[in-house]
């Protein structure tokens, strides 16, 4: 149980990490903000034309009377927009990431750098265009494995007195276990961890990640509160990286608040170097596979 407190504290460093770090929170809003405009663009067109769109879908119903034809069809469409609503909160992550790779992975890198002992950050080695294709790869991969539970979770939530006390319960964790490999897939992809390695990662430390994924699963229920949570939870998200891992994790201030990271001062770390441990130690990770830190040359303080 002692890992459901070090996961939420994880959660609240991240948010003072980027309280600290100004430039770094600011320009971390903006991908939130692209993809909020996007998903209430998306849902106010699904409440405007989605009866329509049930209406055409259903011819069967017209011909039946009142009041069993509008009961019908306003079922559908709430059940309808109610999946959308579902489908926009289990994605937003994955989308935010998505479009602001190059935002977050400046920001996880920093943070990286921030916490390490040696001042150095790991780098992926690949063009952006490869790491944006295993991001959006993965995360659709990631998006049928919550979808496969949310149908489970939802047919399991017609059960008496269960359905409607634990069912929703196990709902928050299983979200809040999912919207954890979201995140901290931004630093373990930089280190050559792939998503079966990662998963496996997760899981070796479940109550870890609860404590960090659930509490902000609920936050992320309320409106726009996502979005100004996105920094500080990649933030968050890439020191519980380093804790998955077993690498060490400074007090943060190594660098200056507001600092640009620079890429001649952060160790790039290929897929190929990832994945060798280093000299003289076991060949399995104490938490599943993952990789070390390339130390490579130390930041000027």
Same mark, same amino acid.
């Given at each position: 149980?002692?890992?459901?407190?070090?996961?939420?504290?994880?959660?609240?460093?991240?948010?003072?990490? =980027?309280?600290?770090?100004?430039?770094?929170?600011?320009?971390?809003?903006? +991908?939130? #903000?692209?993809?909020?405009? /996007?998903?209430?663009?998306?849902?106010?067109?699904?409440?405007?034309?989605?009866?329509?769109?049930?209406?055409?879908?259903? +011819?069967?119903?017209?011909?039946?009377?009142?009041?069993?034809?509008?009961?019908?069809?306003?079922?559908?469409?709430?059940?309808?927009?109610?999946?959308?609503?579902?489908?926009?909160?289990?994605?937003?992550?994955?989308?935010?990431?998505?479009?602001?790779?190059?935002?977050?992975?400046?920001?996880?890198?920093?943070?990286?750098?921030? =916490?390490?002992?040696?001042?150095?950050?790991?780098?992926?080695?690949?063009? /952006?265009?490869?790491?944006?294709?295993?991001?959006?790869?993965?995360? /659709?991969?990631?998006? =049928?494995?919550?979808?496969?539970?949310?149908?489970?979770?939802?047919?399991?939530?017609?059960?008496?007195?269960?359905?409607?006390?634990?069912?929703?319960?196990?709902?928050?964790?299983?979200?809040?276990?999912?919207?954890?490999?979201?995140?901290?897939?931004?630093?373990?992809?930089?280190?050559? =961890?792939?998503?079966?390695? @990662?998963?496996?990662?997760?899981?070796?430390?479940?109550?870890?990640?609860?404590?960090?994924?659930?509490?902000?699963? #609920?936050?992320?229920?309320?409106?726009?509160?996502?979005?100004?949570?996105? +920094?500080?939870?990649?933030?968050?998200?890439?020191? #519980?990286?380093?804790?998955?891992?077993?690498?060490?994790?400074?007090?943060?201030?190594? @660098?200056?608040?507001?600092?640009?990271?620079?890429?001649?001062?952060?160790?790039?770390?290929?897929?190929?170097?990832?994945?060798?441990?280093?000299?003289?130690?076991?060949?399995?990770?104490?938490?599943?596979?993952?990789?070390?830190?390339?130390?490579?040359?130390?930041? +000027?303080?």
């Amino acid at each position: 149980m002692r890992d459901l407190g070090v996961g939420f504290g994880y959660l609240l460093k991240g948010q003072r990490w =980027v309280s600290r770090h100004g430039r770094q929170y600011g320009f971390g809003l903006l +991908p939130g #903000l692209v993809t909020l405009v /996007l998903y209430v663009a998306a849902l106010v067109a699904l409440a405007v034309w989605g009866e329509d769109a049930v209406t055409w879908a259903t +011819p069967f119903a017209d011909d039946w009377s009142s009041p069993w034809q509008g009961l019908f069809r306003g079922f559908l469409t709430a059940v309808l927009f109610a999946l959308g609503l579902l489908l926009a909160v289990l994605t937003f992550t994955a989308v935010t990431l998505l479009v602001g790779e190059p935002f977050y992975e400046s920001l996880s890198e920093q943070v990286d750098a921030d =916490v390490s002992p040696e001042g150095t950050a790991p780098r992926s080695g690949l063009p /952006l265009w490869r790491d944006l294709w295993i991001s959006a790869r993965d995360s /659709l991969r990631v998006l =049928v494995r919550a979808a496969l539970w949310g149908v489970l979770l939802f047919a399991l939530g017609f059960l008496p007195l269960v359905g409607q006390t634990v069912i929703p319960v196990i709902g928050f964790f299983v979200t809040g276990f999912f919207l954890t490999e979201e995140l901290t897939a931004v630093a373990l992809q930089r280190r050559g =961890v792939d998503l079966r390695a @990662r998963l496996a990662l997760l899981r070796s430390r479940k109550t870890l990640v609860w404590g960090f994924g659930t509490p902000l699963g #609920l936050a992320f229920l309320v409106p726009f509160v996502a979005v100004f949570l996105m +920094p500080g939870a990649v933030a968050g998200a890439t020191m #519980l990286a380093r804790e998955l891992l077993g690498e060490e994790i400074a007090a943060a201030g190594n @660098r200056a608040a507001g600092a640009a990271p620079d890429p001649e001062q952060s160790a790039p770390c290929t897929r190929r170097q990832a994945t060798q441990p280093p000299a003289g130690t076991s060949t399995e990770h104490p938490h599943g596979t993952g990789s070390p830190r390339d130390p490579g040359r130390r930041l +000027p303080q």
